[in-house]
C-alpha cells in the first residue's frame, strides 16, 4: 500500500472518486502496533440501528472475510438531542453495543484516540457538520450515515474541510448498494434513459422533507441516472410526494415517496437496450462491504459531486414545494447554498 500522498495524487484521485486517499500505514494490519490482526472501528451515536447492524456484522464471531479484520472497539452514544424516536434509543443500543465488546466513551475526543477509523452515524443530520470536522480534524477515514447533514450547505462545508485536510471522507444510503441498481449503473440496460424510483418519505420538523427518509429513493434514482439533473418539480400531498427531475439530454427521473399504504423500496430503470427492476432492499451487508473497502483504499465509492447534487436535488424539491410546484434550477440552488 502506497503510504506517500502528495499534492497531484490528491487532485487527480480527487477528480476521480470525490475525495479518494492513501490511508495511512496505521491502518496496515502488518504495522498495527494494537493488533496486527485488528483495525479499530469507532462509532459515533447509538440512535439509529444501523449502529447495531454494523456492530454485529463486524464483531461476530464468524464475521465476513469481506471486513478484513474491522471490529467496533469504542462508541460515543450521544446522538440528537431533541429528536424523540432518536433519544429514547440509545440507551438501549448502549447496552446492545456493549455486550458486543464495545466500550462506551464520554466524548468523540476520547473516541479518536483509540479507533482507526470512524462511522458517523448520529440519525440527527444537523449534528453532522460539527462532529465530522472533530474526526477530519485528526484525520481519520470517515463514513456518514444518511443524511450526510441537514442541509446542502453543511454537506458542502464537509467536503471542503475534507479535501482542505486530506482526509477520505463518504456517505451513501445502503440502497445505493443494492445488486439491482449497481448491475442497470454498471450497463445492464446500456444508457439510462429514465427512472422511476421509491421508497418511504416519511417527515421530521427539524430536518429539509427528504432529508430524513426519502433520500432513500432519491438515491437509488441517482445511483442509476448518474449527476446531470438540471431541474426539480415537485407535487406534494400529506400522503405522497411526486419529485420529477429533467437530466442533460431531456432524460427524466422521478422519485416518489409514500407516507401511507404498505412501504417498500424500488423503482424501475428504462435504457436503450431495456427495463430492469430496482429492488428489492438487499440489507446493510453491502453497503458495510463498500465502507470496508473505501477504509482500505482510501477511495469513496460515491463522489463528494454526486452526494452535493443529492442534497441539492432534496433542497430543489423544498423549495418547488413552497412556490407551488413551480421548476426550480439545481444550478440556483447550488449558488444560493456557496453564498
Known amino acids: 500500500m502506497n503510504r506517500k500522498f502528495g499534492r497531484r495524487s490528491f487532485i487527480s484521485t480527487a477528480v476521480a472518486g470525490g475525495i479518494g486517499l492513501s490511508i495511512p500505514g496505521y491502518l496496515n494490519a502488518s504495522s498495527a502496533p494494537h493488533n496486527k490482526l485488528q483495525k479499530r472501528v469507532g462509532i459515533i451515536g447509538l440512535d439509529t440501528s444501523h449502529s447495531i447492524a454494523f456492530t454485529k456484522a463486524l464483531n461476530s464471531e464468524g464475521a465476513s472475510a469481506d471486513y478484513q479484520g474491522y471490529k ?9 438531542n431533541d429528536i424523540e424516536s432518536s433519544v429514547k434509543r440509545i440507551p438501549e443500543y448502549t447496552d446492545t453495543v456493549k455486550k458486543l465488546g464495545v466500550e462506551i466513551v464520554n466524548s468523540i475526543s476520547d473516541l479518536l484516540k483509540k479507533c482507526d477509523v470512524i462511522l458517523l452515524e448520529t440519525n440527527d443530520g444537523r449534528l453532522h457538520l460539527q462532529q465530522a470536522l472533530e474526526v477530519i480534524k485528526a484525520r481519520k477515514p470517515l463514513f456518514i450515515d444518511k443524511p450526510i447533514a441537514a442541509s446542502l450547505k453543511d454537506a458542502m462545508a464537509i467536503f471542503e474541510a475534507a479535501e482542505r485536510n486530506q482526509v477520505p471522507v463518504f456517505s451513501s444510503s445502503s440502497l445505493r448498494f443494492m445488486s439491482s441498481a449497481q448491475e442497470v449503473a454498471k450497463g445492464k440496460v446500456g444508457k439510462v434513459l429514465g427512472a422511476d424510483c421509491y421508497s418511504p418519505a416519511y417527515l421530521e420538523k427539524t430536518h429539509p422533507d427528504l432529508f430524513w427518509y426519502g433520500i432513500h429513493g432519491v438515491e437509488t434514482l441517482f445511483t442509476v441516472m448518474g449527476t446531470g439533473c438540471k431541474e426539480v418539480v415537485r407535487v406534494y400531498t400529506p400522503d405522497t410526494d411526486l419529485v420529477a427531475g429533467t437530466w442533460e439530454g431531456g432524460r427524466i427521473g422521478t422519485f416518489r415517496g409514500t407516507r401511507s399504504g404498505k412501504s417498500g423500496y424500488g423503482g424501475i430503470a428504462f435504457g436503450e437496450n431495456g427495463t430492469a427492476a430496482l429492488g428489492p432492499f438487499d440489507g446493510y451487508d453491502v453497503l458495510l462491504v463498500e465502507i470496508i473497502r473505501f477504509f482500505e483504499t482510501g477511495i ?10 443529492i442534497c441539492a436535488f432534496m ?24 453564498a
Open 315 to 338: 433542497e430543489a424539491a423544498d423549495e418547488s414545494k413552497s412556490k407551488g410546484g413551480v421548476p426550480v434550477s439545481i444550478d440556483a440552488i447550488m449558488k444560493k447554498a456557496k
Open 72 to 80: 467496533v472497539v469504542a462508541a460515543y452514544p450521544k446522538g440528537s
Open 300 to 309: 469513496p465509492p460515491v463522489s463528494s459531486k454526486e452526494t452535493l447534487e
